[in-house]
């Protein structure tokens, strides 16, 4: 039983992370219609960033956070000026194309300037470890539950309350209108991809305290797409709730059927038999909205 | 109308087949073995081009599909003592029916969620080639036997050329041919709007999955080519990456185009070229790491500009300059 709480526990951190990237994933998707594959090399880049200010520069952990959530907002405005902004009304192949496209280049920078190797902050962040009765809570997951919840708190605030969280939702709603009411869609299209790449760089962040930062680390995008297709591609609240049960799920898996298997693997495929679940019997997630398609 | 209208066309065509039947005289090893290698990727291309650039499912695991037909054929030939020539048409048909497997899902879904289905399509088979290592040696991979004809063994880069160029120029008549018949028309129906080809009375069930089973067959035939070339088989051969660099190829050539895959294939691999002979130079100037990420970052940057300044890709470019030239001396811009 402790074992299984354990890794419940564990799994619960790693959702809420999955749940980060998979909510930068989601808001672009509703704001612009547009599938962004490179979700996964943002979290690439934000570990490294991570790396970079607290291991680097030596910077305390919270204005290691602040710095690379200025990168990435540079980061996302940049990626979205000059390469997505071209391609507005564009057929969704070429947009998923250039999301990929775009996280080749991503991948091909991280290497060009961390050169692709492992790298570690572990032994960098402060040590505020738990015990829960028998079961403990190490530290990263401890930092992890306290950014990635706070960061969804705050974008969730963000999202309802503030002027241009209104406009988001409005462009997710119903585009000519929001234009014919003089929202400029682009600037909407901008705020988007800059919050995914916040939320990705956050995971990033996090993640590489947990498990170190390598190229490999932007498989967490693949997973982050299960997540989202679970929770419903245009569904917010979705991705939270499908974060946490796949993050929770594939921890179970991992600890209880790995030792059944000759080789192991499971917390790596798993993600992709849920996607794989899903589409085939719940093609519109648990909270998505089924589309209707006219002619 | 045929495929090769007029005797100049015929002319073109035997020309090309002749300089390609000289190429080994003229060229050394390393040239050859690259023309090798495009070979199969037009053949993996062209599979990728009928399912996604004509039916207009996207298909993002398509090395998974290769990676199929490719251990069957290892499996087959190294295990149980198959001739190449018995095992090459099964493991097209494990391909093949790979695809259906994976293709069912598509009855459902379309556009991105049908591109998270074969991105999880190719993790799962190559996880299962792991988790069966009695058979196919798992990680450590498995020797595979060079393919033979008669006594012949095509063990030389010579003879290996003539055998891809032989599967490359026949798989280009096909593709070409299948998409003038009726299930090349419906798929080109389904790409343009698949509600309105199933209300003209197109079986997007039975269409679709066709679409993946051809689409499919060509990954496994290219799988096999390529296993059987490095004599050996490995999961390390069939990297999920490719699946992407296949897709970049597409929308290179232009998609939808049957010498759109190939200009796609060819343009890419000579990138390829490029940056081998650019990369070492750059590590030495720059940093020791600039090699490995040049490969990623120029062909990310290619696919970034086509989609940005040509996306109908080189075909479409390959369209206009043979109309001027038609057109010559009254060509105009178009």
């Known amino acids: ?295 | 109308m045929a495929i090769f209208r007029t005797r100049r066309d015929w002319g073109i065509l035997f020309a090309f087949l002749g300089f390609l039947a000289v190429c080994p005289l003229f060229f050394s090893d390393r040239v050859l073995t690259m023309l090798t290698m495009i070979g199969i990727s037009i053949v993996s291309v062209h599979g990728l081009n009928i399912l996604t650039g004509y039916c207009g499912q996207i298909s993002m695991g398509h090395v998974g599909f290769m990676a199929v037909g490719a251990y069957v054929s290892a499996i087959l030939t190294a295990k149980l003592g198959w001739s190449f020539w018995a095992a090459l048409p099964c493991a097209a048909m494990a391909a093949g029916i790979a695809g259906l497997i994976f293709g069912l899902p598509s009855l459902k879904i379309k556009g991105f969620y049908l591109i998270m289905a074969t991105i999880a399509a190719h993790f799962i088979i190559v996880w299962l080639i792991l988790q069966l290592y009695h058979v196919t040696g798992g990680p450590d991979g498995l020797p595979v036997p060079k393919p033979k004809i008669g006594s012949l063994v095509l063990k030389s880069k010579t003879s290996y050329f003539y055998l891809v160029m032989v599967f490359t120029v026949l798989s280009t008549l096909l593709a070409k041919n299948i998409i003038r018949t009726r299930a090349g028309r419906a798929f080109v129906a389904i790409r343009d709007n698949d509600l309105a080809a199933e209300v003209m009375g197109i079986s997007l069930w039975s269409y679709k999955l066709q679409a993946f089973f051809i689409g499919c067959v060509y990954a496994g035939v290219a799988g096999v080519l390529l296993v059987h070339y490095y004599a050996f088989a490995s999961v390390d051969q069939f990297p999920f990456i490719d699946s992407v660099w296949y897709l970049g190829m597409l929308i290179v050539g232009g998609m939808g185009s049957i010498p759109g895959a190939i200009f796609g294939a060819v343009a890419l691999k000579l990138l390829d070229e490029l940056v081998t002979i650019v990369g070492p130079i750059l590590s030495a100037a720059v940093a020791a790491q600039a090699a490995a990420s040049l490969a990623l970052i120029a062909r990310g940057l290619v696919i970034i500009l086509f989609l940005i300044f040509e996306p109908r890709g080189l075909a479409h470019r390959w369209g206009i300059i043979k109309a001027y030239f038609r057109l010559w001396p009254f060509s105009h811009e178009e």
């Open chain 1, 1 to 295: 039983m402790t074992f299984f709480l354990q890794l419940v526990v564990t799994g619960f951190t790693l959702g809420m992370i999955y749940a980060l990237v998979a909510i930068g994933f989601v808001i672009i998707l509703k704001c612009s219609n547009a599938f962004n594959i490179a979700q996964g090399h943002f979290v690439l880049v934000g570990g490294y960033l991570g790396y970079t200010f607290l291991v680097v520069f030596g910077l305390p952990i919270w204005v290691s956070l602040l710095l690379s959530v200025v990168t990435a907002i540079l980061l996302g405005l940049v990626i979205e000026r000059l390469t997505l902004r071209p391609l507005v009304g564009q057929p969704e192949l070429a947009i998923i194309m250039m999301t990929i496209a775009l996280s080749t280049v991503l991948e091909g920078l991280a290497i060009l300037i961390w050169g692709g190797e492992y790298k570690t902050y572990h032994g960098v962040l402060p040590t505020v470890g738990m015990k829960l009765g028998k079961i403990s809570i190490p530290s990263e997951s401890l930092i992890g539950l306290i950014v990635s919840i706070a960061s969804v708190t705050i974008f969730i605030l963000f999202f309802r309350y503030t002027k241009i969280g209104l406009a988001m939702r409005a462009t997710a709603e119903d585009l000519q209108v929001v234009q014919s009411v003089g929202i400029k869609a682009t600037t909407v299209y901008a705020v988007s991809w800059i919050i995914a790449c916040v939320m990705g760089v956050i995971a990033g962040i996090l993640l590489g305290g947990v498990s170190g930062v390598m190229i490999p680390l932007a498989e967490v995008g693949l997973k982050a797409f299960a997540v989202v297709l679970l929770g419903g591609a245009n569904s917010i609240g979705g991705a939270i709730v499908a974060g946490i049960i796949v993050g929770i799920l594939e921890n179970i898996s991992a600890g209880y059927l790995d030792p059944l298997l000759p080789r192991g693997g499971m917390a790596n495929v798993f993600p992709f038999i849920v996607m794989i679940g899903v589409l085939i019997f719940k093609p519109h997630g648990l909270f998505g909205l089924a589309r209707i398609e006219r002619i």
